[in-house]
């Protein structure tokens, strides 16, 4: 028997699931290979790491819980993703990174210098009065400018 | 009266409107049950709401159970896939929903009274053990739980997940070499 051979078998032949004939040519196998012999003992180190697992038990009152589930007709719930919801998750998260690309490139290459200067425009001081307009303090300034004038 | 007997027993009782029947299905059932979910899911709440769905399932559908099957084999494959059909919820979904990480084992007391390095080192492995199995892909670790944890020979598991004894002998010696694999690659990383 090849190396090949035999490490496909050793998982089954650990969990006693090979024919008589099958289990003999591996222990042959096993008698002359130490690389088989290895990985026979690293697969028996796992197996016996799943011995020190814990068994849960379900939680009190779950029989109850059930039963009180099915009086009241509650269905079991469905998981399984319809195409249509699968195909518009996708396209959710493509639509999120291809707006996240363009305003990359946005902020990257910058405004046009027509949009830049409406943009520097429109954040002049000019554009705030010194008065909130119609207040008492607007009326009174006007009339200090036509004072002034005067 | 075997197990198998004592099912059909009560499936019997229960296709006659005897709905108590199913009660006493449920007790006998609801731990192997709930301890599949918890380890295919990891955590306790979701656990509970899949074996809970597992069982309504079973209810809605035990008129049409024919009784040549197993029913324990039966009520399992509507397990693993009520599980299986969870883990592939919708993103959305588990937005809301508590994490898929998982907890850690509970370790059974170790009767020699070992020293603390090597108690040290088993709740190393075991750690490491949870993290390869959560990184294993669902089919790995279906069949792995199936055999180590719930004790299935291959040809219970073959009904269970509906393949042939053929293919859960190669994915089983598969899923032990993935599982293997990345515990060594994370107890390395741990070291480095």
Sequence with gaps: ?150 | MTTQSDDLHLIERFKDGDNSAFEELILKYQDRIYNLCRHMLGNAHDAEDMAQDSFIKAYQNLKRFRPEASFYTWLYRIAVNTCLDFKKRPFFESLFRTSDKGEEFVLEPISEGPSPEKELETRQMMHALQKGLAQLSPKFRTVLILREMEGFSYEEIAEVLDLSTGTVKSRISRAREELKKSMTKFTEQKRN
């Design chain 1, 1 to 150: 028997m090849k190396c090949s051979e035999a490490h496909k078998l050793i998982s089954p032949y650990i969990d006693s699931e090979l024919s008589e004939k099958e289990r003999n040519a591996v222990e042959n196998h096993l008698n002359v290979c130490p690389g088989c012999r290895t990985e026979l003992e690293e697969t028996r180190q796992l197996q016996g790491l799943f011995e020190g697992v814990a068994e849960y038990k379900a939680p009190y009152g779950f029989q109850t819980r059930v039963m009180a589930n099915l009086a009241a007709g509650r269905p079991a719930k469905r998981y399984s993703i319809p195409i249509l919801t699968r195909f518009a998750e996708a396209v959710a998260v493509i639509g999120v990174i291809a707006i996240g690309m363009i305003s990359g490139a946005s902020l990257v290459k910058g405004p046009s210098p027509e949009k830049a200067q409406i943009m520097v425009a429109s954040l002049s001081l000019d554009l705030f009065e010194p008065t909130p307009p119609g207040s008492l303090g607007g009326v009174y300034l006007a009339m200090t400018e036509v004072r002034d004038e005067k």
